[in-house]
């Protein structure tokens, strides 16, 4: 184990560090054999975790459907806890594990099941899609999922003159400039139910002629990076690619060379050739593409690791699957609600 992560590691993880993450890789896939466990590990998980335990790895949208196909008897889940929440609602029947019993997300906890019933009640009759970095409450109130990678996709599938897309603000900026749709962010006071786009007289947040309501929730990674970072970066080096992440601010984006998922940019890194590339998303990720991909050179921005992401740990995965724990369980009738939500997403793909 020690061997074959260093191959891949050497220049990213001091050799000590690599030796001892080794011998707990070792008891991580032991554990998992004897307890017919199936790890997945998402592109934040740092790199001696993500080279050496998951049996697959990818993006939320990935991983959703490697935990909708599993038949192992456990799944751990390294990412957060919505992500593994997303995997107990395909997979009702199994264990689901999730290392780190406080794995949040600033993004989950920036709305609620009651927001979303006051958004619909302001705005009846607006299909709700809602970003997967949602708890599963907030899910079983939308009518369907998405993720980075299809979130143009989905609110287009939908053929609606109006759609309430939530939580991330930036998210649903740069898919509204991607869409050519006007956006809002509505407040929540109590009102009676607005006219929607083309139903009503010009003027006022409830009769502009908008096409997306969104929320003001905010990734905290992502929204950290700047223009003047790019900036910054293009004045040492200007023939350098930037890639973001769409959770970025719209100004970011527009300033990047190009702006996907996380699966998105890694794609993008494999199949082009550029002189250097910045990343701009969780630091981690930027680590394993560069351990991917040695002959390229990656800059690094990396000021920000997720705070919930870095407290999935080789230590804890051991011990999730050793004692087992922590057993995420969602309610069935909250259940039934949000599997409708991501199973149409994932039909959509
Ligand atoms: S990186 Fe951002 S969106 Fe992802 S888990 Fe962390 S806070 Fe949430």
């Not at 003001?216 to 350098?240: L, M, N, S, W, Y």
């Not at 998303?281 to 560069?290: F, L, S, Y």
Request: with cysteine; aromatic share 6%; net charge negative.
């Amino acid at each position: 184990m020690y061997e074959k992560m260093k191959a891949r590691l050497e220049k990213i993880v001091p050799d000590v560090e690599l030796r001892y993450k080794a011998e707990i890789a070792v008891e991580i896939n032991e554990l998992k054999k004897q307890k017919n466990a199936v790890i997945l590990g998402h592109n934040y998980m740092e790199p001696a975790l993500f080279y050496s335990v998951p049996d697959f790895t990818g993006d939320s949208l990935d991983l959703s459907r490697k935990a909708a196909q599993t038949d192992k008897d456990i799944i751990v889940f390294c990412g957060v806890r919505f992500m593994a929440e997303t995997a107990k609602i395909l997979n009702p029947s199994k264990t689901v594990l999730l290392p780190a019993e406080k794995a949040g997300c600033s993004l989950a906890e920036s709305i609620t099941a009651e927001d979303v019933r006051a958004l619909k009640a302001k705005f009846p009759g607006v299909p709700v899609v809602t970003y997967v970095n949602t708890y599963a409450d907030v899910k079983a109130e939308s009518d369907i999922c998405c993720t980075s990678s299809n979130a143009a996709a989905v609110v287009e599938s939908l053929h609606s003159d109006t759609v309430i897309f939530l939580p991330d603000e930036y998210l649903a900026k740069n898919v509204a400039n991607e869409t050519g749709k006007h956006i809002i962010f509505p407040t929540l006071a109590p009102q009676p139910p607005l006219p929607l786009a083309g139903e009503g007289v010009k003027g006022g947040e409830g009769q502009l002629d908008y096409q997306l309501i969104g929320w003001h929730g905010r990734c905290e990674v992502h929204e950290k990076f700047t223009v003047k970072d790019i900036e910054a970066v293009r004045a040492q080096f200007p023939d350098v690619v930037v890639l973001s992440h769409p959770e970025c601010s719209p100004e970011v984006v527009a300033a990047s060379n190009f702006s996907g998922s996380t699966n998105a940019m890694i794609r993008y890194v494999q199949q082009t050739k550029a002189p250097r590339y910045l990343v701009l998303t969780e630091c981690a990720m930027g680590d394993n593409i560069a351990a991917a991909n040695p002959e390229k050179d990656m800059l690094r921005l990396c000021m920000v690791r997720c705070p919930h992401m870095n407290t999935i740990t080789m230590e804890e995965t051991r011990d999730a699957l050793k004692f087992n724990r922590y057993v995420i369980d969602v309610p069935e009738e909250i259940r039934v609600r949000a599997y409708r939500a991501v199973q149409r997403m994932l039909e959509i793909g």
